[in-house]
């Protein structure tokens, strides 16, 4: 009987092989990148590099607009976290589903909404213009730091609002109001028994916020002030403009090395933030607002209106715009469909979408499954597996594959875009299959099933609803992937993101809707029929 | 038992027939074409790529396929790169669209054929600035700073005025880096402040609003209204008078002049279809395709003896046509786009 118990192979040594090799996986292009360097004197060329003016700004912007991005998505997370957790109000729903967007609207239209809403000559400075009657456009937001962070804010705060606002209906209302029974007032309440609890969901969220904004590409090209980059975009434009290699590498090192730093604080964080909290039981029961409350909330959902859905609609609605400034637009036309249908390039682009995005979305979540299940009580080492890949930029990845695989082309871009996808599959699965009880799965191995029988047959048929769930956004974060295609160059190849930022940077701002829009329905087609299902939550999916 | 070998030989069937078809649509390539690598605006619709390729085919039966993924610089970067891993211009015939700032770059990295197409003669020796004929000149302009009449409150009265605190965020250029325009912007400041022109650059990144990578972004951010003046050729004018009977868009006279850009193509080494880029080289400079330019590139083609449209009255020939030094040029754009980000305008 001994024997059946708890799967041998996920207690050996197993686990930390695969972890020792998933990490070599993820640190290849990197290190590809690094071999091109002269072998001659590559420790004194990386040395100069990095004391380069150039690198040390690059850094320090993106550090900069990481912060400043993670800081709005918490100004825009934390009160609508608050909301979702202690009140019932119609649309409560939408907003708590809002936190699937950061990974199925891809950053390009969030972007490309930002220019069409918020630019000099765009919607709501003509809705500004015209209501109060100004002959200066008010708010001038565009190719600003501020505004950068602003755009990559909102498409971060519903994740915050997600995992913090989870967290926090989560925690019981006993537990405070024992405290103020006790004489505690409410703000020592709140100091003393909610944040710490709340503590570790606010580490992870903000860190999200931060590594993304901090490794943001597409975004920081279209938006970015002049002259200023990121570590990303800087490292694109050595390779690619500059075609110095050096340079990118070195680059490359410091960006990854500040980033595993930030991961390995935060992780310590979160780590030590966690011990100290408790938080079980059903939680609080939702009221309806009253009071301040209700004014409050109102207020908060016009800012979300005019700050959030504004780019949003815009791109969904610019597609129908006949000229080319859409602020001027009187009456929808068909234009840009029309020419993006006849010029073949809309369904040529889709195609290539789905060429790329389904298989690797099939790959991304057999590695989940399949890793998941070895590593499901390995908590440790499936949360470096799964965080690691963070630390890698996407432009070095897809470079370093490159060089690698010169001719490697879609096949490339399939193992790369599944690769990425993989932790996050990983660790859904992993917490799946650990919820799992053994005895059905020792049931059918003592009628003498073969381990793998038993795993597909039992295991496997029991989280299936969940499975589809993770392949459903591995299939939008590959659909939505701009990055790695651009930086593969990857001859007639040219997927929907690609054809977005292409429009854009022709400035052909409806047909980039039009685009925009038909990728926005793939993505979100996926994540509408898991929703259909019965609604399996966010936190499932990431596994938190 | 029975039924698994039929299934498996069904399906070994169907995937054979498919291979084959794959196969055979793969090899059958069309019998004469010619790739052309270029910039985005060149082969837009309005551009002159799909004109210029229609009346090829035309008169030589030989289908031309263009490829742009950028601006001139991004071009060139390309091209560098191509050299170095005989992948990314894989194919390629011809290169259309680097100009007299790139050119000591361009031929600097050995990419282009020598030859001598056959009206060479007849286009004016200051133009022919390639004398190993392996870039040869199909159009040209002047580079200018661009205002909207209705939105720009006040004019600068030289480069040096745009520089002053008036001006702030009102400027877009483009990057020098991946863009010719931008490029010709920094030799402009270069040949006008000579040692002096990173100070000058200093000071003008306060008024620089944009700098995105390709002359489309910025020129159509600009007709958005997202600042009043823009980095653009003294022909733009002669555009919106011409397609859209608006005078709104002016030439920002400068004293300081203007500098020339000529526009230069290319055959490159190691292309598969030699002979008909030969053909195409020949088209390009022919009276008929440089008819076709002006409407539709809206620059000056290269032969004298071609009509310009009525529009081009409004473009402004400058009072002073500047030939700025390539000397260091590309070495000093990224410099310049430094000295712009140090002083990037926080909100």
């Given at each position: 009987m001994t024997r059946l118990r708890g799967g041998g192979l996920r207690r050996g040594p197993l686990p930390p092989l695969l972890l020792l090799l998933w990490l070599l996986l993820a640190s290849l292009p990197l290190l590809a990148l690094l071999s091109r360097v002269e072998a001659g004197e590559a420790l004194g060329a990386l040395g100069r590099v990095l004391a380069q003016e150039r690198t040390?700004?690059?850094?320090?912007?993106?550090?900069?607009?990481?912060?400043?991005?993670?800081?709005?998505?918490?100004?825009?997370?934390?009160?609508?976290?608050?909301?979702?957790?202690?009140?019932?109000?119609?649309?409560?729903?939408?907003?708590?589903?809002?936190?699937?967007?950061?990974?199925?609207?891809?950053?390009?239209?969030?972007?490309?909404?930002?220019?069409?809403?918020?630019?000099?000559?765009?919607?709501?400075?003509?809705?500004?213009?015209?209501?109060?009657?100004?002959?200066?456009?008010?708010?001038?937001?565009?190719?600003?730091?501020?505004?950068?962070?602003?755009?990559?804010?909102?498409?971060?705060?519903?994740?915050?609002?997600?995992?913090?606002?989870?967290?926090?209906?989560?925690?019981?209302?006993?537990?405070?109001?024992?405290?103020?029974?006790?004489?505690?007032?409410?703000?020592?309440?709140?100091?003393?028994?909610?944040?710490?609890?709340?503590?570790?969901?606010?580490?992870?969220?903000?860190?999200?916020?931060?590594?993304?904004?901090?490794?943001?590409?597409?975004?920081?090209?279209?938006?970015?002030?002049?002259?200023?980059?990121?570590?990303?975009?800087?490292?694109?434009?050595?390779?690619?403009?500059?075609?110095?290699?050096?340079?990118?590498?070195?680059?490359?090192?410091?960006?990854?090395?500040?980033?595993?730093?930030?991961?390995?604080?935060?992780?310590?964080?979160?780590?030590?933030?966690?011990?100290?909290?408790?938080?079980?039981?059903?939680?609080?029961?939702?009221?309806?607002?009253?009071?301040?409350?209700?004014?409050?909330?109102?207020?908060?959902?016009?800012?979300?209106?005019?700050?959030?859905?504004?780019?949003?609609?815009?791109?969904?609605?610019?597609?129908?715009?006949?000229?080319?400034?859409?602020?001027?637009?009187?009456?929808?036309?068909?234009?840009?469909?029309?020419?993006?249908?006849?010029?073949?390039?809309?369904?040529?682009?889709?195609?290539?979408?789905?060429?790329?995005?389904?298989?690797?979305?099939?790959?991304?979540?057999?590695?989940?499954?399949?890793?998941?299940?070895?590593?499901?009580?390995?908590?440790?080492?499936?949360?470096?597996?799964?965080?690691?890949?963070?630390?890698?930029?996407?432009?070095?990845?897809?470079?370093?594959?490159?060089?690698?695989?010169?001719?490697?082309?879609?096949?490339v871009l399939i193992l790369i875009q599944a690769l990425t996808a993989a932790p996050f599959a990983i660790r859904s699965s992993a917490s799946a299959l650990a919820s799992l009880a053994e005895e059905p799965r020792l049931a059918a191995r003592s009628l003498g099933a073969g381990p793998l029988r038993a795993f597909f047959g039992v295991e496997l048929r029991s989280i299936l609803p969940l499975t589809l769930s993770s392949a459903a956004f591995a299939f939008a974060l590959s659909a939505g992937d701009a990055t790695t295609p651009l930086v593969l160059g990857i001859p007639d190849f040219e997927p929907l993101p690609l054809l977005v930022y292409r429009l854009i940077g022709a400035y052909r701002y409806p047909e980039a809707c039009a685009a925009g829009l038909v990728l926005a329905l793939i993505s979100g087609l996926a994540f509408v029929a898991k929703e259909g299902r019965g609604g399996t939550k966010e936190e499932d999916v990431r596994g938190a | 038992m029975g039924r698994r070998p039929r299934l498996f030989t069904d399906i070994s069937i169907a995937v054979s027939c498919l291979v084959f078809l794959v196969a055979t649509l793969s090899c059958a390539a069309p019998p004469r074409e010619l790739v052309i690598l270029t910039y985005d605006s060149f082969v837009s619709e309005y551009g002159p790529g799909p004109k210029l390729a229609e009346l090829f085919e035309k008169q030589s039966g030989i289908k031309v396929?263009?490829?742009?993924?950028?601006?001139?610089?991004?071009?060139?970067?390309?091209?560098?790169?191509?050299?170095?891993?005989?992948?990314?211009?894989?194919?390629?015939?011809?290169?259309?669209?680097l100009d007299n700032f790139l050119e000591p770059r361009a031929l600097a990295l050995d990419l282009f054929q020598t030859y001598k197409p056959k009206d060479l003669g007849k286009v004016p020796a200051e133009l022919r600035i390639d004398p190993s004929n392996r870039l040869i000149p199909y159009d040209y302009g002047w580079f200018a700073i661009i205002y909207d009449s209705a939105k720009a409150k006040k004019l600068p009265a030289s480069l040096d005025e745009l520089a002053s605190p008036a001006f702030k965020g009102q400027l877009i250029l483009m990057d020098p880096r991946s863009s010719t325009p931008g490029l010709g912007f920094l030799a402009w400041t270069r040949s006008v402040y000579g040692t002096n022109w990173e100070d000058y650059w200093k000071r003008l990144a306060p008024s620089v609003l944009a700098m995105p990578a390709g002359w489309d972004a910025g020129y159509g951010l600009f007709l958005a209204g997202e600042a009043p003046f823009v980095l653009s050729y003294t022909t733009s004018p002669a555009y919106h008078k011409e397609v859209e009977g608006s005078d709104r868009y002016k030439v920002l006279p400068l004293p300081e002049g203007n500098p020339r850009q000529v526009e230069l193509a290319g055959i490159l080494k190691g292309g598969p279809h030699r002979r008909a880029a030969e053909l195409f080289m020949d088209f390009i400079i022919s009276p008929e395709a440089q008819a076709l330019l002006p409407t539709t590139q809206w620059m000056y083609p290269v032969r004298p003896e071609v009509a310009l449209p009525a529009g081009f009255s409004a473009a402004l020939k400058p009072a002073k046509s500047l030939e700025p030094s390539t000397e260091g040029l590309f070495e000093a754009a990224p410099r310049a786009v430094e000295l712009v980000g140090a002083r990037a305008r926080q909100p």
């Open positions: 040390r700004r690059a850094l320090g912007f993106g550090l900069l607009q990481a912060g400043g991005s993670a800081l709005v998505a918490l100004l825009f997370g934390l009160p609508g976290a608050w909301f979702v957790s202690h009140y019932r109000f119609p649309g409560r729903r939408l907003l708590v589903s809002l936190a699937a967007l950061p990974f199925s609207f891809p950053p390009v239209l969030m972007a490309l909404g930002f220019v069409i809403w918020f630019g000099r000559g765009g919607l709501l400075n003509a809705a500004l213009q015209g209501i109060f009657s100004l002959d200066e456009a008010p708010l001038r937001l565009l190719y600003t730091t501020g505004g950068l962070c602003l755009a990559q804010g909102l498409y971060n705060f519903p994740l915050v609002l997600d995992l913090v606002g989870g967290a926090w209906k989560r925690l019981p209302a006993r537990t405070t109001e024992a405290a103020r029974s006790l004489g505690a007032g409410r703000t020592r309440a709140f100091l003393g028994i909610s944040l710490p609890a709340l503590a570790p969901s606010l580490v992870e969220a903000t860190s999200y916020a931060f590594l993304f904004s901090f490794f943001s590409f597409v975004v920081v090209l279209v938006l970015g002030p002049p002259g200023l980059s990121n570590a990303e975009t800087e490292i694109w434009r050595l390779l690619r403009l500059e075609g110095n290699l050096e340079a990118a590498a070195g680059l490359a090192l410091a960006q990854s090395a500040t980033a595993l730093a930030l991961l390995g604080l935060l992780s310590l964080a979160s780590l030590g933030l966690a011990r100290n909290s408790r938080v079980s039981g059903e939680g609080r029961a939702l009221m309806s607002p009253r009071g301040a409350a209700l004014p409050v909330l109102v207020g908060y959902a016009l800012v979300l209106a005019l700050a959030f859905l504004g780019p949003l609609v815009s791109v969904l609605l610019g597609s129908f715009a006949g000229r080319r400034s859409l602020a001027a637009t009187a009456l929808p036309s068909l234009a840009a469909w029309g020419s993006l249908v006849s010029g073949a390039s809309l369904p040529r682009a889709l195609a290539s979408t789905l060429l790329t995005a389904l298989p690797s979305a099939l790959l991304a979540t057999l590695l989940g499954l399949l890793l998941g299940g070895l590593l499901r009580h390995r908590r440790g080492i499936l949360d470096a597996l799964a965080n690691f890949p963070l630390a890698v930029s996407a432009v070095v990845t897809a470079a370093g594959w490159r060089l690698l695989f010169p001719e490697g082309g879609i096949v | 396929t263009w490829k742009a993924k950028g601006d001139g610089g991004q071009l060139l970067a390309d091209l560098a790169l191509g050299a170095k891993d005989g992948l990314t211009t894989k194919g390629a015939d011809l290169a259309l669209g």
